[in-house]
């Protein structure tokens, strides 16, 4: 069974930095995308970032360009999400994400199934 634990999010003031961690088990981590949701308040559920089993192919949501950097350690079954300069707008519950089946590329969004709990970012003005 797939289990991916979220961890590190927190209250930080606008302009600070956060590093999102999620811990996998269950299977070869080393052979599947990962990737990183978030929701806010009212809002939809948009995919933020993404990487592939290698680390070859990143996506990254075009608000979070130039901030947000997702990486891997397939070593230790770990993908981590470093924020900086994050804006308020940044505030939401951020997922962990992983698909069922194995894939190359990280999109479309529709390719992630497995969930992990949440972990709750805030900026605060």
């Known amino acids: 069974q797939v289990q991916l634990v979220e961890s590190g999010g927190g209250l930080v003031q606008a302009g600070g930095s956060l590093r999102l961690s999620c811990a996998a088990s269950?299977?070869?981590?080393?052979?599947?995308?990962m990737g990183w949701f978030r929701q806010a308040p009212g809002k939809e559920r948009e995919l933020v970032a993404a990487?592939?089993?290698?680390?070859?192919?990143?996506y990254y949501t075009d608000s979070v360009k130039g901030r947000f950097t997702i990486s891997r350690d397939n070593a230790n079954n770990t993908v981590y999400l470093q924020m900086n300069m994050l804006k308020p707008e940044d505030t939401a519950v951020y997922y962990c994400?992983?698909?069922?089946?194995?894939?190359?590329?990280?999109?479309?969004?529709?390719?992630?199934?497995?969930w992990g709990q949440g972990t709750q970012v805030t900026v605060s003005s």
């Open positions: 994400v992983a698909p069922r089946m194995r894939f190359t590329s990280v999109m479309p969004t529709s390719i992630y199934t497995y």
């Open positions: 269950g299977r070869t981590f080393s052979s599947y995308t």
């Open positions: 990487i592939n089993w290698s680390g070859s192919i990143t």
